[in-house]
């Protein structure tokens, strides 16, 4: 089965830091970009960071700018999102998903969504 799995999720004050996986199960994620995306109860789901497979190339959205890293591992098949000086505002469930090789298409073209994982920062 192909299928992407978050983990790392939990409570956090704020100012602390989270590490998320997502774990490719089923393919191999070297030749995929992967999309971080996020979604807070009763918001639109928004797009995070993105990394590409062929360039390396990251993205990052203005709001997590210098506090959120994406890096690869292609030997665990895995992607995570470093999360550092979070904020209330980042209480979101965060999903990962991919696309094909770049991180050039709108969140509508990513596919193999994750179940999610629960990121609550509160103090």
């Known amino acids: 089965q192909v299928q992407l799995v978050e983990s790392g999720g939990g409570l956090v004050q704020p100012g602390g830091s989270l590490r998320l996986s997502c774990a490719a199960s089923?393919?191999?994620?070297?030749?995929?970009?992967i999309g971080w995306f996020r979604q807070a109860p009763g918001e639109e789901r928004e797009g995070v960071s993105c990394?590409?497979?062929?360039?390396?190339?990251?993205y990052y959205a203005d709001s997590v700018k210098g506090r959120f890293t994406i890096s690869r591992d292609n030997a665990k098949n895995t992607v995570y999102l470093q999360m550092n000086s979070l904020k209330p505002e980042d209480t979101a469930i965060y999903y990962c998903?991919?696309?094909?090789?770049?991180?050039?298409?709108?969140?509508?073209?990513?596919?193999?969504w994750g179940q999610g994982t629960q990121v609550t920062v509160s103090s």
């Open positions: 998903a991919t696309e094909d090789d770049l991180c050039l298409g709108t969140e509508a073209d990513f596919y193999s």
């Open positions: 089923g393919f191999t994620l070297d030749y995929y970009a």
């Open positions: 990394i590409s497979s062929s360039d390396g190339s990251t």
